[in-house]
């Protein structure tokens, strides 16, 4: 199996059908590197363009429902092509990085590729696109519904009632109020407050 055909069956096993072939023109007319890595707790995907390779290089970790899927390789593909026509001299995620995103994004704005509960705030996500899709809360909390299936008491943060103790990365904390992107919690053992995204993922502690 030659390389044209080997990304165009990853594509097809990683993005909803309809929006595969249209994935892999995306890398047909600006090739790049292309890797499905191992799970990374910081990051979904990666571009970074160095000067001293002729290839560049992006990577989607690997466990990704199709529809995050999708969104985080055209976000790093909008990525590349902005540094490709604007220089490095422009912020990651500044208007050229939108533009590009905007319209790498907007031929899959249909209800043929997105299930309509995530393509509602996905075109609302749009009008300004932010560096993270994460930091959208109505969107990530759309697109997460299409996970594989959850540990028993796994939950958002941001479904959690203030005043529920929940567990992250091995710590106790007690939820308490929501400021805008970001939860206000308090770690049980030491007393100290931290801000922990509001879509984090964590296991809800039964206080009986």
């Known amino acids: 199996m030659d390389k044209d055909q080997a990304f165009l069956k990853a594509f097809q096993k990683h993005v909803p059908l309809p929006a595969a072939e249209y994935c892999w023109n995306l890398w047909k007319e600006l090739p790049f590197n292309f890797y499905i890595t191992r799970t990374r707790q910081t990051k979904l995907g990666d571009f970074r363009y160095r ?3 002729k290839i560049q290089t992006i990577t989607i970790n690997h466990d990704l429902n199709p529809y995050q899927f999708l969104i985080t390789y055209v976000h790093e593909v909008a990525h ?3 540094f490709e026509k604007y220089g490095l001299n422009i912020k990651p995620h500044g208007p050229e990085w939108k533009i590009a995103f905007r319209n790498l994004m907007t031929p899959l704005l249909s209800d043929q590729v997105f299930p309509k509960d995530v393509l509602i705030p996905l075109k609302r996500h749009f009008i300004n696109p932010k560096a993270s899709s994460g930091s959208d809360l109505f969107l990530s909390k759309a697109v997460k519904k299409y996970d594989g299936q959850k540990t028993d008491g796994v939950a958002l943060l941001v ?3 203030p005043g529920e103790i929940f567990e992250l990365k091995g ?6 109020a929501i400021r805008r992107t970001r939860v206000l919690c308090q770690e049980v053992d030491t007393g100290r407050k931290y801000l922990i995204s509001a879509h984090a993922e964590v296991k809800k502690i039964d206080k009986n």
Request: aromatic letters at 14%.
């Open 171 to 176: 710590r106790a904390f007690k939820k308490e």
């Open 51 to 53: 000067r001293d390779q």
């Open 159 to 161: 479904d959690l009632i």
């Open 80 to 82: 590349f092509r902005a």
